[in-house]
């Protein structure tokens, strides 16, 4: 709180100098420090609540609130930055550039509306990514077979609001595929978040069913327990209910979908935890023998555990790995997202270094910690199977995710 307080002093005592020296009237700066003082309040406030509510601190008032803060200081910071150039006409002895300053204030202006358009527009704007993946080992009955996968849910974000929920579900239904894969994080902390969603979600339907694996919000362990017990008690309870949803949860254990005489592995793992959090997830007990010839699709939330395990590896033969996990963090322009700075796989369709195992990594449906998606539109992937060589039109481990709204 004490590094907050300052950093806030800092940034808002640059803006009331810049303003004292280019704004005539003395109650513009007067009411911007009033204005500051009282955020700075309200920072407390936030920073406070979770405390006195056992530490829960993705409690969804805390959440808008501490975004709503945010959508105030960085925009804030935008101008800092531009405003910065503005003093470098000082050096030869000329005027501050007023121009920069306009330009910084119209920025931090369109930055403050983008933050918002991403929580309260494009947050909830779901887009479709249509994807072919070939293999030459797909069983003949399967050619064309169709894959509809979603991930990263976070229906604790939504309170007891079922809207959007619904609204997914409903076009995944409406694209009518063969199998539905969840691939982790139904959840922000505790299972509880789920029972106002069990109907809806219960609704999804496809001829195969539904099948899921764990993300790592869903084990409980960002969340401090009373005892291991209740923590033991939380994870029974989140197996229970995918059960009653209908959906086959998949716990290091695989599964065989049939075509006529031909069938294909489905192989379930769970979370390959990022440090400092626990690798639950353990391939050869989920398939005790990967390198066999039978076509396989890898359900694995941290598409690291492709890099690690998968790619370029001549003892594991799986074609096909599909993740979440990264959200894009849920921010992407142009192609580009600062997740490409911590997963070198964070979005879209990628190859190791001969094509023959390729990942699908998808940016997730919801929001956590921060109820916005900047760019980083809802995202529903259909997949659709196609014998034939295995390959990509860009270079190996390079994206090529491409969304259709």
Known sequence: MIILIAFNLLVDGYIWAVLRRVVKSRGVSRAYLVSSLLLIVYAAVIVALPRRRGGDSLLLADMWMLYSYFTVYVPKLVF??????????????????????????????????????????????????????????????????????????HVGTYGNDTTFVSEVVDTINGLHPDIIFFTGDIVNRRTDELTPFVAPLSRLSAPDGVVSIMGNHDYGDYREWPSPQAKSDNLRRMHYMQAEMGWRLLLNSSEWLRRGSDSIAVVGVENWGDPPFTVYGDLRKAYPAPGDSIFKILLTHNPAHWVAEVADTDSVNIPLSLSGHTHAMQIEVGGWSPAKYRYPTWGGLYADSDSTHLLYVNIGVGAVALPMRIGATPEITRITLRRGPASLSSPSRSHTRQNNQ
């Open 80 to 153: 800092v930055a531009v405003s910065l150039f503005a003093w470098l006409p000082l050096l030869w002895k000329r005027m501050v550039s007023r121009t920069v300053l306009r330009i910084g204030v119209l920025l931090a202006f369109a930055t403050f509306v983008v933050m918002w358009w991403g929580a309260l527009v494009n947050r909830t704007r779901i887009d479709v990514s249509d994807v072919v993946v070939y293999s030459e080992n797909l069983p003949e009955s399967f050619d064309g077979y169709t894959i509809v996968q979603f991930s990263d849910f």
